[in-house]
């Protein structure tokens, strides 16, 4: 509900909704405040404060992830405090982390890279190597933490906490050891966790990041995306492969960003890791008959089609309708599992229908 | 996410009991309060005495007591055979080197500094009264008259942000939310600052009075006292009074007393973070607003004050708002000063707000040496040169010399300590107990503790940019221990700018 009431954001007096920050509305208004540590699925943290702003009236800089509007606030203009204080945070993470871009993205983009590049930097410091503690022995197949990247937003944690409500990560120690860790510093599969990777996916820097990715070894930016819809069940969630052109690979699976597509930015872990079949071996690519011998052979689709339903109209005639029973996969539709029924009923007139998800 | 049913506010006392962090105790604490594994591990390593479970003897290496060698009664205690480790302020600094034996705590008896004198809105030395009589007058007469007496003598917060006390009070009663709080924060860690320990141990019912005046004014029906781990005894000697207050029939049998430890962090002296400790959580202060009288515990209004806050509305409602805003020199009161470091007798010495360091000395007997250095209010307030002996000491005008009164630990150096390596132990205080939450101050104290360490070994470029890291400290820490962390090293670059290898105070920005 948009009420009468204003805020002005950099000169424009904008209208605002009750609880909305000051975040919120400029970026309706198309006015650009930097964030590192924010997601808008996510209550704000205030932890990276690169998007502190000046609100008249107030002696500090206030986080704009964070301030709720107010009426008649006035937010100032980039002004020279601001603009330096968006410098002096962007070094201060890099000193922190890993300085040369190539190297920061190895796998995934950083955005704390980009936002040095747009916004510049106060100056290269020397580097920090703070003591954060990894989790070496975490034996998990899908996530690496690495916590020379880590900038200790708590996005990871508030997505496992928030969204998954699955909350297998948690900021653990404290000053400058802060890390991501689990419970007793376990390997993820010995914890709530589902392994959706959505710590990844909100991760600003390639922290948490993918092992088979990273073993692969190209970065994500010289990877190509392709949209497609997952076929691990009838939700059907988007999910962009990650393909290598010049190796004719898909090296991962990551989600859309949040907020365009039906899954929000989230993805299970089927969808996200369950991915090898793609490149295997044994994967099954054209429909298999037995031949006179008995031996599995390749064939057309028609002519496997046309075998499946000989085969279950004789079932039919020698011992009658009720000798069929149809059961569809749970990775159908609803739609697919509409036809089945329909083929079943219409086609064999028999109530032996089922799906292999309803229990 | 925790489910509904989680009951987080008992982990920490659940993690003490099982002893501190181990493999397996953050599952068993899940098991009795249903709050998520990884939670209770992120909160049992945040605390020191939890994620140290068996360190044995914490020895202090707080500015005073390294100039008392702290590392001699280290290698001691080894010799002896007993095990130890280096700890942050104790709140023990007029015993240096101090210590902090959980078996045993009997370092921690001494008389104060001043004598008795009835111009003393505290008088440590006083007898302590069981009378309890402004807790009466104050139920005869009601909130507005308190808050009137309370506006009336101009008393300030004495944890370190001197905020008007009335001001608090006042906002409380304008909540329309009845389920309202009281909290003691006798979390004192504060390098250089032993005032509240003195004050629960000699004046007990002070804090007791003090406390049922303000749940009775703000209609509280729960009053918290926080207590810091190392206080074992003081926290007793809180509990033994409340005792006996309640059975002299002082107290309103409908008001619960809770009494909860600190866990070994001195963030949790911050206001905020102290709640997230009270709620279970990791001791990381909140963002504000809101502020805590509008959403404090469970977020609810809350009042949150300092131990000897509280213990001067005893005085102040009994004798009068004026009576007590006449004690001051500069500003209203008396206030308690923590003397340490290079004096004669150290303790806690009650004078007029607004009293000098040379008055301060006086009364400790005087410098140990010659005065070249001191710090008007614990690490946070950096340090002032030799020549500002005559500078009254009070909140209004050490602020606006750049500095704070803050809790008034006042660490007297004389004319042997290095600049260079006084900056440096308050550089590893605060990077020790930054809470790790917010940028500026989890990298920032690293960065100022790193350059003081290779300026110190002989790189003469190591403090390039130290002021522009310690700018963005100051503008955009979220709470006051990053805004004051790099406050020791520019001040000390101002006030000593030889000893850094400069012919004159550096230009450019500071943290104001
Ligand atoms: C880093 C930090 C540490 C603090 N430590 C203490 C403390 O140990 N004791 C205390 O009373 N106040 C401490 N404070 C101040 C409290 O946040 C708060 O202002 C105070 O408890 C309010 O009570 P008062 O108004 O009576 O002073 C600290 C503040 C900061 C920023
Ligand atoms: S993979 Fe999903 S469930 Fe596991 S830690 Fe990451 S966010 Fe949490
Ligand atoms: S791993 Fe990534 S998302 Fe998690 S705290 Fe570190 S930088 Fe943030
Ligand atoms: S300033 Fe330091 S102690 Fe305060 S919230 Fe930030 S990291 Fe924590
Ligand atoms: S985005 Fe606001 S503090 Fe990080």
């Known amino acids: 509900m948009t009420s009468k009431r204003f805020v002005i954001i950099d000169g424009n007096e904008l209208s605002f909704e009750e609880g909305e920050t000051i975040l919120q509305a400029a970026r309706r208004a198309e006015i650009e405040i930097p964030t590192l540590c924010h997601d808008d699925r996510l209550t704000p943290a205030g932890a990276c404060r690169i998007c502190l702003v000046e609100v008249e009236g107030a002696n500090l800089m206030q986080p704009a992830c964070a301030t709720r509007v107010s009426p008649n606030m006035v937010v100032r203009p980039p002004t ?75 996005l990871c944690t508030r997505y496992c906490d928030q969204i998954e409500a699955v909350s297998a990560i948690t900021l653990a120690f404290k000053g400058a050891k802060t890390t991501i860790s689990t419970a007793d510093e376990r390997s993820l599969t010995e914890t709530t966790c589902e392994l959706c990777g959505g710590c990844i996916d909100v991760c600003p820097t390639g922290a948490m990041t993918e092992k088979a990715a990273l073993a692969w070894g190209k970065p994500e930016m010289d990877l190509e995306k392709v949209r497609t819809t997952c076929n691990f069940c009838g939700v059907g969630c988007q999910v962009d492969l990650n393909v290598d052109r010049a190796a004719n690979r898909v090296v991962k699976v990551t989600s859309p960003p949040p907020g365009t597509t039906v899954n929000d930015g989230n993805l299970c872990v089927k969808g996200r890791f369950a991915n090898d079949f793609i490149h295997h071996p044994d994967r099954l690519q054209d429909p298999l008959v037995r031949n006179e011998a008995g031996e599995l052979v390749a064939t057309s689709w028609d002519e496997a089609l046309d075998r499946v339903s000989k085969a279950l109209l004789s079932v039919a005639d020698e011992h009658g309708n009720d000798a069929l029973a149809f059961i569809s996969s749970s990775r159908c539709t609803g739609e697919e599992n509409y036809l089945m029924q329909k083929l079943a009923r219409a086609g064999f007139q028999t109530h032996n229908v089922h799906q292999c998800a309803a229990t | 996410m925790q489910p509904k049913k989680a009951r987080r506010e008992e982990i920490l006392d659940r993690l003490e009991e099982a002893g501190g962090q181990r493999t397996g105790v953050a599952k068993t604490v899940q098991r009795q309060t249903l709050v998520p594994e990884a939670d209770i591990f992120g909160v049992a390593t945040f605390y020191s005495l939890l994620a140290q479970p068996e360190a044995g003897i914490r020895v202090c290496q707080g500015l005073t007591c390294q100039l008392a060698e702290c590392e001699h009664l280290k290698s001691e205690l080894e010799a002896d055979g007993k095990s130890s480790v280096f700890a942050s302020c104790l709140g023990r600094c007029d015993l240096a080197p101090a210590f902090w034996d959980p078996e ?75 389920e309202r709080y009281v909290v003691l924060n006798a979390d004192e860690g504060e390098p250089g600052t032993f005032k509240d320990r003195e004050v629960i141990l000699r004046r007990p019912h002070l804090v007791i009075e003090g406390l049922a005046v303000a749940a009775q004014c703000l209609e509280a029906r729960d009053i918290y006292a926080y207590v810091r781990g190392e206080f074992g005894r003081v926290r007793a000697a809180l509990e033994e009074a409340l005792q006996a207050a309640r059975k002299a029939g002082h107290l309103d049998d409908g008001v619960t007393w809770h009494f909860v430890d600190g866990h ?214 979220i709470c006051g221990l990053g805004q004051a962390a790099a406050l020791p090293l520019t001040s000390a670059l101002k006030y000593f700018p030889e000893e850094f290898g400069l012919a004159s105070a550096p230009g450019g920005s500071t943290t104001s």
């Open chain 1, 80 to 154: 020279p405090r601001v603009t330096r204080n968006r410098q002096f945070t962007l070094s201060l993470h890099l000193a922190d982390t890993i300085q040369d871009r190539a190297l920061a993205e190895d796998s995934n983009p950083s955005r704390l890279h980009d936002l040095a590049e747009r916004y510049g930097t106060a100056g290269q410091w020397v580097p920090v190597d703070s003591p954060r503690p990894g989790r070496p022995s975490d034996d998990n197949p899908y996530i690496q933490f690495r916590p020379d990247r880590c900038i200790a937003c708590s």
């Open chain 2, 104 to 178: 045993d705590e009997s370092q921690i008896d001494r008389a104060p500094g001043s004598p008795s004198s009835p111009d003393l809105a505290i008088d440590l030395a006083a007898p302590d009264s069981l009378a309890y009589e402004a807790l009466h007058k104050a139920a005869e007469k009601g909130p507005d008259w308190v808050v009137g007496e309370l506006e009336a003598s101009g008393l300030t917060g004495r944890g370190g942000a001197g905020f008007p006390a009335h001001i608090k009070w006042q906002a409380i009663l304008d909540q329309p939310e009845t």
């Open chain 2, 264 to 477: 070994g962090a001195y963030i949790c002296g911050e206001e905020t973070a102290l709640l997230e400790a009270l709620e279970g959580k990791r001791g990381m202060p909140r963002m504000k607003p809101p502020f805590p009288v509008e959403k404090g515990f469970r977020g609810k209004p809350t009042l949150i004050q300092n131990v000897e806050s509280i213990a001067c509305l005893a005085g102040i409602l009994r004798r009068g708002g004026a009576w007590f805003r006449g004690l001051g020199r500069t500003e209203p009161g008396t206030k308690l000063y923590c003397l340490s470091g290079h004096v004669e007798r150290p303790g806690v010495y009650e004078a007029p707000m607004g009293t000098t360091l040379r008055e301060l000395l006086a009364m400790a007997d005087g410098v140990s040496g010659t005065l070249k250095a001191f710090s008007p209010g614990g690490a946070s307030s950096g340090f002032l040169p030799a020549s500002s002996i005559d500078m009254p000491m009070d909140f209004g005008g050490l602020r606006a010399a750049g500095t704070m009164l803050g809790s008034a630990g006042v660490v007297v150096l004389n004319d042997t300590v290095d600049m260079v390596w006084a900056a440096l132990t308050q550089a590893v205080f605060f990077e020790e107990e930054s809470c790790g939450q917010c940028s500026p101050c989890r990298i920032g104290t690293q960065i100022l503790r790193q350059a003081l360490e290779r300026y110190r070994d002989g790189d003469p470029g190591a403090l390039a940019y130290v002021q522009d890291v310690a700018w963005g400290m100051g503008e955009a820490s």
